[in-house]
């Protein structure tokens, strides 16, 4: 397992624009697929992006097509989840994982490795 750290998270007026970021501790980062989930209050987690090994291919949850953005940075064991135009449906706890397959699912049981989670509010 890789031991990923999240930051970023906030509170933030509807509309307003949010950076997350994830750094892995494993020199091996490049080979994992990497995903953000989210847990809203009251809700399961659900499956919000996530990006291949090289950065090139993602997936999106229909909910956050064309107002979130994933990118990853292997040089610097990174990935990055820019929010905009939030809402206040987007409040959740947010959690980066890992697939050290290269796996790159929208299913969180196919990710082994979890960030403790940084929360996101969006008031109205």
């Known amino acids: 397992q890789v031991q990923l750290v999240e930051s970023g998270g906030g509170l933030v007026q509807t509309g307003g624009s949010l950076r997350l970021s994830c750094v892995a501790s494993?020199?091996?980062?490049?080979?994992?697929?990497m995903a953000w989930f989210r847990q809203r209050p009251g809700k399961e987690g659900e499956f919000v992006v996530a990006?291949?090994?090289?950065?090139?291919?993602?997936n999106y949850a229909d909910s956050v097509k064309g107002r979130f953005a994933i990118s990853r940075d292997n040089a610097k064991n990174t990935v990055a989840l820019e929010m905009n135009s939030l809402e206040p449906e987007d409040t959740a706890t947010y959690y980066c994982?890992?697939?050290?397959?290269?796996?790159?699912?929208?299913?969180?049981?196919?990710?082994?490795?979890w960030g403790q989670g940084t929360q996101v509010t969006v008031s109205s």
């Open positions: 494993t020199g091996t980062f490049s080979t994992y697929a």
């Open positions: 994982a890992a697939n050290r397959f290269g796996v790159r699912s929208t299913q969180k049981y196919d990710y082994d490795s």
């Open positions: 990006i291949s090994r090289n950065g090139i291919n993602t």
